[in-house]
Antibody, heavy 119, light 108 residues
Framework: QLQLQESGPGLVKPSETLSLICTVS??????????WAWIRQSPGKGLEWIGS???????YYNSSLKSRVSISVDSSKNQFSLKLTSVTVADTAVYYC???????????WGQGTLVTVSS | DIQMTQSPSSVSASLGDRVTITCRAS??????LAWYQQKPGKAPKLLIY???SLQSGVPSRFGGSGSGTDFTLTISSLQPEDFATYYC???????????FGGGTTVDI
């Protein structure tokens, strides 16, 4: 059974960089036909896709965040990570990592981690 | 970009009711549609993937249907634990983008 777990600081100051890691267990992140994603949910709001990465390290980002987002993979640690630069209070949210359902295959999500942007 | 539109945004229902939530895609997406249930303070829980495949462990009172642009989530007989917010999600393969519906809250 695949499991995903987010980790990283719960508090980030405005204008600084938010950095999170997703550790995958129960399966290899390098399996070629899946991609991995970061999603966030601001307090009381809906779900927002941040970006995705394939095993090949091809990345795709939400156009509204593209200038500030970077996603990378560390296959040796079975992890992928998120960096969001120049954060503001509007970036306060619960951040989830996931392997979304793809084609006829099921999906998996982490439990989420709350990141608060505040001085 | 593909847009996902859910309706209604909220629905009031009683125990035992049949509840139907719809999701419409701005262009055809085949059957690449998932449904999630989310309760306050919890991560979304996958209910249905590939439009109609029931995730392991999910009660059979949940059902999904549709293809192309129009999809439906049906709860056949509402139980107390079903009061929650439901989201549809499209996962494109290439490019690997995700699109979520705005959510439907099911309350008493």
């Amino acid at each position: 059974q695949l499991q995903l777990q987010e980790s990283g600081p719960g508090l980030v100051k405005p204008s600084e960089t938010l950095s999170l890691i997703c550790t995958v267990s129960g399966g290899s992140i390098s399996r070629s036909n899946y991609y991995w994603a970061w999603i966030r949910q601001s307090p009381g709001k809906g779900l927002e896709w941040i970006g995705s990465i394939y095993y090949s390290r091809s990345t795709y980002y939400n156009s509204s965040l593209k200038s500030r987002v970077s996603i990378s993979v560390d296959s040796s640690k079975n992890q992928f990570s998120l960096k969001l630069t120049s954060v503001t209070v509007a970036d306060t949210a619960v951040y989830y990592c996931a392997r979304p359902p793809q084609g006829s295959n099921s999906g998996y999500w982490g439990q989420g981690t709350l990141v608060t942007v505040s001085s | 970009d593909i847009q996902m539109t859910q309706s209604p945004s909220s629905v009031s229902a009683s125990l035992g009711d049949r509840v139907t939530i719809t999701c419409r895609a701005s262009q055809g997406i085949g059957t690449w549609l998932a449904w999630y249930q989310q309760k306050p303070g919890k991560a979304p829980k996958l209910l249905i993937y590939d439009a109609s495949s029931l995730q392991s462990g999910v009660p059979s009172r949940f059902g999904g249907s549709g293809s192309g642009t129009d999809f439906t989530l049906t709860i056949s007989s509402l139980q107390p634990e079903d009061f929650a917010t439901y989201y549809c999600q499209h996962a494109n393969t290439f490019p690997p983008t995700l699109a979520f519906g705005g959510g439907t809250t099911v309350d008493i």
